[in-house]
């Protein structure tokens, strides 16, 4: 599956629901998990006063769930002019939060500093990995990055089985090949959490289950290895 095949899928489901299906969908499940991870990266950076830059922000909604959190400014991007047009649509006026299509390996174009670049399920997209931290490292202070936890052997599973996970690409990255990645950047990552017991798309009396069960699991350093479906890592550039 290349980024471009992705890409199309994406900007189908788009024009078909008005947006990505995991924030259409009137599934329990996808509210929890959305809600969940977005509270997971506000709690591991401090967003207050700063310029923030959203990376493949697709449709926008997680992008705009950011504003609550008091930054100075957003900036979403994403390479699919069809999903910055229902971002903005979906957003309305704000002066606070703009939308872009751009390109990942080309984001020096920008012409744009940020504090902290957000990179929320992006990197396991792309064709070339290491030239996107490359790029998105060179216009930011700090980078979030949040994929799916390479250590739960159940997400493993999922996403070599589901069709859905399959036809958009999903797959594991190693928090291990990250760091060797992002220091190439000068960059060393300072914090990361293992969160989300929730799976998109399944049953409400499971998503209700879970949802109960996730404040432990998440506490817990070997459950939340193990059992988490997603893993948040904070990289902050290296002083000079």
Not at 208 to 237: D, Q, W
Request: include cysteine; aromatic fraction near 10%; glycine fraction near 6%.
């Amino acid at each position: 599956m290349t980024e471009r095949n992705s890409r199309d899928i994406f900007d189908r489901e788009i024009s078909k629901s008005g947006g990505n299906l995991y924030n259409t969908s009137a599934q329990l499940s996808c509210q929890m998990n959305g809600s969940r991870l977005s509270a997971s990266i506000a709690n591991i950076t401090d967003f207050k006063g700063k310029k923030i830059i959203d990376v493949g922000c697709g449709d926008g909604v997680f992008t705009s769930e950011f504003l609550k959190f008091s930054p100075n400014s957003i900036l979403g991007i994403d390479n699919s002019e069809l999903s910055i047009d229902v971002a903005k649509k979906n957003i309305g006026t704000n002066s606070k939060i703009k939308f872009a299509v751009e390109d990942i390996y080309d984001l020096k174009k920008t012409g744009k500093f940020f504090d902290i670049a957000i990179v929320r399920g992006v990197l396991h997209h792309l064709d070339d990995i290491s030239a996107g931290i490359a790029n998105i490292s060179s216009i930011a202070r700090e980078v979030v990055v949040l994929e799916p936890n390479a250590y739960n052997l159940m997400v493993r599973v999922v996403l070599k089985i589901s069709k859905w996970h399959i036809q958009r690409g999903e797959k594991v990255i190693s928090p291990s090949f990250l760091i060797s990645q992002f220091k190439k950047s000068q960059f060393s990552m300072s914090d990361y959490k293992f969160c989300n017991l929730v799976p998109l798309f399944c049953p409400d009396y499971i998503a209700h289950t879970l949802k109960f069960f996730e404040p432990v699991v998440e506490k817990f350093p070997i459950f939340n290895k193990l059992l988490c479906g997603s893993y948040i890592a904070k990289f902050e550039r290296n002083s000079d």
